[in-house]
Every structure is written in structure tokens, then in C-alpha cells.
């Protein structure tokens, strides 16, 4: 081989291995992806937030309530014990706010109970019933923020009825209505997702609300997919996050 022949073999293949070394160089790592993923409202962003917010309020108001009795001016003739819930730990993520939703469904129901008959145990006089429209357990973020709305309607013209208790509306909840949003997280496989990394989307299926995509946001664990309305649960969407 001549030397002219050697020296452009060599280059060529300098060439080869800088090309190999640029492309690793600046080659995004993916982190997620997914080709087909259908939304579910346990998803919902401000749904849980609100959801959670409202809770709390319930939690409290509804304790001050009940633990409100004794002989002299309080509310009720006597405590009632059936009617206390089981635990005054605020919720902070789906499964503890179902947990509290359903513990308060389950004591209020007892407590109107009383308050609704004839001759109460616990509470001053034969007050007019507030029945939940519904007592069965809750087991998505949907029912839990339906369920937790009817709560504070029904509690709080509860907590104002001036025949059952001594004076009434002592207690009442004052947090804002419980409400989906338009954005949903996805934690599902983004265990090694970070704050800023970079992701592209798109929608397959805009589902029954026909939505359209807004934006798109890593965070620690997660993306936050923001569309034009709720989701619902059938839209359906592609995604891949890549390392920034």
C-alpha cells in the first residue's frame, strides 16, 4: 500500500470514530415513552388539588361539629361516638383522600341519622334530614369530588338547622367547590423523569371533549400534559421525554 493510500485510510477512519463520538456526544437519552396512553380522570391535576383542599375543611368542620356537645349550650346533648371519624389526618394523595371520603360519607350518614329522628340521642330535637345522595363507597377521584360537594352542601344545612342543635351554623365548611382541571400528571413509568427535560406529544384521540393539546411539562417523576378542557377519560395520547 503507498504511503498516499495508508495516509486517506487512515483519515477515513479518524472520520468514522469522530462521527461515532459526536452522535453519542449529543444523542438524547429517553427516559419515557409511550405510543398509545387513554387519560383517566384519577389523573386530573386541579381535580385532586381541589379535591384534597376541600377535604381538609370537611375533616375539621365536620370534627368541631360533632365534638361540640355537652350539658350546657353546646350544640348536642352528648357526644357521638359513632359518628366520629375514624381519622383527622389530612389526605395528600388519591388513596388517603378516598380513605377520608369514604370514613366521612359512613359518619355523616349516622350523624343526620340521629339528627332525623324521632326522638334523637345525641342531638337537641327532631331536626330536618340532609341525606347525602348517595352513601356507597368512592373509588376514583371523579366520585370522591362529586361526593365531596354534596358533602359540604348537605353538611352545611346540617350544621345551620336550628331545631336539632342549639344555636346552628357554628361550623360550617367554607372551602371552594371541588373541580377537574384541564391538565393531568402522568407518573407512570417516569421514575427517572427531572424538572426541565424535554418531551414531545401529541394527541391520537381527542375523545368524547374533542380536546386539543395546550402544553407539556417534566417535573420530578412526571409530565404534566395540559389540554383546551378536561380529558375526560378516553382521550388518548403519545408521548416520549427525553434527558435535557
Not at 486517506?8 to 453519542?24: C, F, H
Not at 336539632?164 to 407512570?188: C, N, P, W
Not at 391520537?204 to 417523576?221: H, I, P, R, Y
Request: aromatic residues 6%.
Amino acid at each position: 500500500m503507498s504511503a498516499g493510500i495508508f495516509q486517506r485510510s487512515m483519515l477515513y477512519q479518524r472520520r468514522i470514530v469522530m462521527a461515532r463520538n459526536t452522535r453519542k456526544r449529543y444523542q438524547k437519552e429517553i427516559l419515557a415513552i409511550e405510543d398509545a396512553l387513554t387519560t383517566s380522570r384519577n389523573m386530573n391535576v386541579n381535580g385532586l388539588a381541589s379535591a384534597i383542599k376541600l377535604c381538609k375543611d370537611v375533616i375539621a368542620k365536620y370534627s368541631a361539629h360533632v365534638a361540640d356537645a355537652g350539658e350546657g349550650t353546646e350544640e348536642h346533648k352528648a357526644l357521638h361516638g359513632d359518628g366520629v371519624l375514624a381519622s383527622v389526618a389530612a389526605p395528600y394523595d388519591l388513596a388517603t383522600l378516598l380513605a377520608r371520603v369514604n370514613d366521612i360519607t359512613a359518619k355523616y350518614t349516622k350523624h343526620n341519622n340521629d339528627a332525623a329522628a324521632a326522638t334523637p340521642t345525641f342531638h337537641k330535637a327532631k331536626g330536618t334530614t340532609q341525606a347525602l345522595t348517595a352513601d356507597t363507597e368512592v373509588t376514583t377521584l371523579y366520585g370522591a369530588i362529586t361526593r365531596l360537594n354534596d358533602i359540604k352542601a348537605k353538611f352545611n344545612l346540617h350544621d345551620a338547622d336550628t331545631a336539632a342543635h342549639t344555636a346552628g351554623g357554628k361550623h360550617a365548611v367554607t372551602e371552594d367547590a371541588a373541580a377537574l382541571g384541564s391538565a393531568i400528571k402522568v407518573t407512570a413509568g417516569m421514575q427517572d423523569v427531572r424538572l426541565g427535560d424535554h418531551v414531545s406529544w401529541s394527541i391520537l384521540n381527542g375523545g368524547s371533549g374533542g380536546v386539543t393539546g395546550v402544553s407539556a411539562a417534566a417535573v420530578d417523576g412526571g409530565v404534566i400534559f395540559t389540554f383546551s378542557s378536561d380529558p375526560q377519560d378516553n382521550a388518548i395520547i403519545s408521548y416520549m421525554v427525553g434527558a435535557q
